[in-house]
Every structure is written in C-alpha cells, then in structure tokens.
C-alpha cells in the first residue's frame, strides 16, 4: 500500500497538482483505490483456502485449528490496516510536508496592477 500511495503522491507532485491538503487527500485516495481489488482478492483467497481447516474435525483438526485460527485473524488485521490505517497515517504524516513548505513568495512580492 505504501510504494501504491507513494507513487500517487510523486506523480501528483510533478504535475504539479499538491498544493493543498485537498490535492493530497485526493492523491491518497487515487493511490490506495489501486490496491483495494488486490488485497480483497488475496484476503478473500486465503481466507476460501482456511475455512475447510476451521471446520475440519478429523484427525489431527485441533492442530490444525489452531495453526489456522492466528492466520484468520492475520489476515483481517491486514486487511482493516492496509485500507483504513496506512492511508490516515500517510495523509497525517505527508500533511505536515505540505504545511511546512515554504509558500511561492514571488506572487507576494510583485506589485499589485492598477
């Protein structure tokens, strides 16, 4: 999720389209709209591939239960962190990039036109 949103970020950077806190929220939203079919079909995969293990009760099922319960709760851990969380710490986190940079003093400093 991190290289997705970095990537947008960059690319809205060099076109020149950062330039509020809006154009960033945007730029995240773009870049992490490209990782959500990924991460759904894998979580979705796995979680098709663990669901026989759950269920199981033949021989050797509680050891496999309990290899397979901790992958479960893994994987929607991720799921909920990759979607949710990693995008509101990067805009928190590159919101004080575009806070503290230093504003275009060149429109400031020209005089107004009568």
């Given amino acids: 999720m991190l290289l997705f949103l970095d990537l947008a970020h960059d690319q809205a950077k060099r076109e020149g389209r950062l330039n509020s806190l809006a154009d ?13 079919r990924p991460k759904a079909m894998t979580v979705c995969a796995a979680f098709l591939g663990l669901l026989p293990i ?8 509680d050891l496999m239960k309990r290899i397979a319960a901790p992958m479960v709760g893994g994987l929607a851990t991720s799921f909920i962190l ?10 928190l ?10 504003k275009d003093l060149s429109l400031e400093l020209t005089p107004p036109l009568h």
């Fill in 54 to 61: 759950m269920w199981s009760s033949g021989t050797g099922a």
């Fill in 82 to 91: 990759e979607l949710l969380v990693y995008p509101a710490v990067y805009y």
């Fill in 24 to 36: 960033l929220r945007e730029a995240i939203i773009h870049g992490a709209v490209k990782r959500v």
């Fill in 93 to 102: 986190w590159k919101q004080r990039e575009i806070e503290k940079a230093p």
